[in-house]
């Protein structure tokens, strides 16, 4: 066969085959150009024992340092901070904080926890114990401890754990509103709550 009877009975494949190859390297070269300037995907460690990405794990933590403090605030810490670190962090203790009520009721050995606050009160304030009763028995939600405000009626740990975080109170009345406490919670223990 010669060359003009190939080109012939093919003319029409090779035409569709040459036109494919063309639109390949068009596509190719137009992925190329298009991918160039974007990041790639970086694939992460995983870190099992935290169930994230690697990267994503901070280590810091943040705590509400509130009260007789030089600067109080915000603070985010590395994850195995004490509150002695917080209180360094916090420029120490104002010259009105209540030294005696801090050697007696807070441990300046113990480990943070992302998302506390602390208060610390000043001398002029009338916190002498970390939970205060007046004469029929009330507990303070200003000084109670978790498990003090969970042996409350309807105040489970959780519940305690955000009304210690929405402290200080001015009233009990705000436990409604900063402690999202349900009303019909609130009016069963109403009687054997105050602030001080």
Same mark, same amino acid.
């Given at each position: 066969m010669a060359w003009e009877?190939?080109?012939?009975k093919y003319r029409l494949a090779v035409i569709v085959g040459?036109?494919?190859?063309?639109?390949?390297?068009?596509?190719?070269?137009a992925i190329f150009l298009t991918t160039q300037g974007q990041p790639q995907i970086k694939i992460l460690p995983f870190d099992s024992a935290q169930g994230?990405? &690697?990267?994503?794990?901070? /280590?810091?933590?943040?705590?509400?340092?509130?009260? @007789?403090?030089?600067?109080?605030?915000?603070? *985010?810490?590395p994850e195995d901070s004490r509150i002695n670190d917080l209180l360094i962090r916090a420029g120490?203790?104002?010259?009105?904080a209540d030294r005696v009520w801090l050697d007696k009721n807070i441990n300046l050995a113990q480990k943070l926890t992302d998302g506390?606050?602390?208060?610390?009160?000043?001398?002029?304030?009338?916190?002498?114990?970390?939970?205060?009763?007046?004469?029929?028995?009330?507990?303070?939600?200003n000084t109670a401890s978790a498990?003090?405000?969970? &042996?409350?009626?309807?105040? /489970?740990?959780?519940?305690?754990?955000?009304?210690? @975080?929405?402290?200080?109170?001015?009233?009990? *009345?705000?436990?409604?509103t900063k402690a999202k406490i349900p009303?019909?919670?609130?009016?069963?223990?109403?009687?054997?709550?105050t602030v001080y």
């Open positions: 009877e190939i080109w012939a040459l036109i494919g190859l063309i639109l390949l390297a068009l596509g190719i070269l994230e990405p &690697a990267s994503l794990v901070t /280590g810091t933590i943040l705590v509400d340092l509130r009260g @007789a403090v030089q600067n109080p605030g915000v603070y *985010e810490l120490g203790l104002a010259a009105d506390v606050k602390i208060y610390l009160p000043s001398l002029s304030e009338p916190l002498r114990s970390p939970v205060q009763r007046d004469e029929v028995g009330k507990i303070n939600i498990a003090q405000l969970d &042996a409350l009626w309807g105040i /489970g740990e959780a519940r305690a754990k955000v009304i210690i @975080a929405g402290r200080p109170y001015q009233t009990v *009345e705000e436990l409604i009303k019909n919670v609130f009016e069963k223990i109403k009687n054997e709550i």
